[in-house]
């Protein structure tokens, strides 16, 4: 049974940075995309960062572009989102997802994402 736990959340300052960590169990997700996501009150989920099976497959919204770093170590089966410079506006409840078709093209939407976390809750202070 494939399952996603994030971890890394909480409350930090604005300007403050978190790192947000989700390890997958199950199978391994070397040949998939692999995406955070995030949700706030009242708000459709968004696409935060996505990376692809290639190093060089990457997707950043507008609004965390030069803040935030999404990672991966398929050793490990785990995906990162570093946060940097954190804005009240980031906060939400983050999830990372992934998707379930080898070697496909970089996605970033929620629909083609299968596997999702609990998500974690990020709550940045003005």
């Known amino acids: 049974q494939v399952q996603l736990v994030e971890s890394g959340g909480g409350l930090v300052q604005a300007g403050g940075s978190l790192r947000l960590s989700c390890i997958a169990s199950g199978r391994t997700f070397s040949s998939n995309n692999m995406g955070w996501f995030r949700q706030a009150p009242g708000k459709e989920r968004e696409s935060v960062a996505a990376?692809?099976?290639?190093?060089?497959?990457?997707y950043y919204e507008d609004s965390v572009k030069g803040r935030f770093t999404i990672s991966r170590d398929n050793a490990k089966n785990t995906v990162y989102l570093q946060m940097n410079s954190l804005k009240p506006e980031d906060t939400a409840v983050y999830y990372c997802?992934?998707?379930?078709?080898?070697?496909?093209?970089?996605?970033?939407?929620?629909?083609?994402?299968?596997?999702w976390g609990q998500g974690t809750q990020v709550t940045v202070s003005s």
């Open positions: 990376m692809g099976w290639r190093d060089d497959m990457t």
């Open positions: 997802a992934v998707d379930r078709i080898d070697y496909g093209a970089l996605t970033h939407s929620p629909r083609f994402y299968h596997y």
